[in-house]
């Protein structure tokens, strides 16, 4: 596996479906902002539903602190709006959700399960000078969860606005964080 974090987004376009429409998406539409690449294996299936049904539950969260999010698969956008238009977890939805059956975008992340030809669940928070400052991933049967995702944004977005301070384990906003130094060594 390749060095993730600082690495940047490699170019990419793809076709997505949002709110009644198919939109044009690629990296220089997300380059300036904070953004979330949310991999999951396919549209119609168990675990994928649970979480991307846990992101539009907290979508309004995430757009509070300026964060997009872009759901991807290697299924179609066709597929994307059918499974939109057919299921209520999956209706709720209203970030877009990007297809992407050449693996391209899941390739370039590094998550293709090349073999069968979907994504691993993975989770890549990018920054807007388009690079990558968190990723998790995880087995095919391990849901991933909305809100220690925002918990880990706003700590990024905290680190980015204040250098020299770090956030320890568990900080939440408000909390106290650390500014690394000699002083601290071995007293922690």
Known sequence: MSRYIESELKPFTAKAYQG??????????????WVVFFFYPADFTFVCPTELGDLADNY???KKLGVEIYSVSTDTHFTHKAWH??????????????????????RNFGVMIEEEGIADRGTFVIDPEGKIQIVEI??????R??????????AAQYIAAHPGEVCPA???????????SLDLVGKI
């Open 85 to 106: 238009d057919t299921s209520d977890t999956i209706g709720k939805i209203q970030f877009p959700m990007i297809g992407d059956p050449t693996g391209t975008i899941t």
């Open 20 to 33: 009644g429409d198919f939109i044009d998406v690629s990296d220089a539409d997300v380059k300036g902002k």
């Open 145 to 154: 969860d909305a809100q220690e995702l925002l918990r880990k944004i706003k």
């Open 138 to 143: 995880t087995a095919g049967g391990i849901g």
């Open 170 to 180: 568990k900080w939440k906003e408000g909390d106290e964080t650390l500014a690394p």
């Open 60 to 62: 309004e969260e995430f």
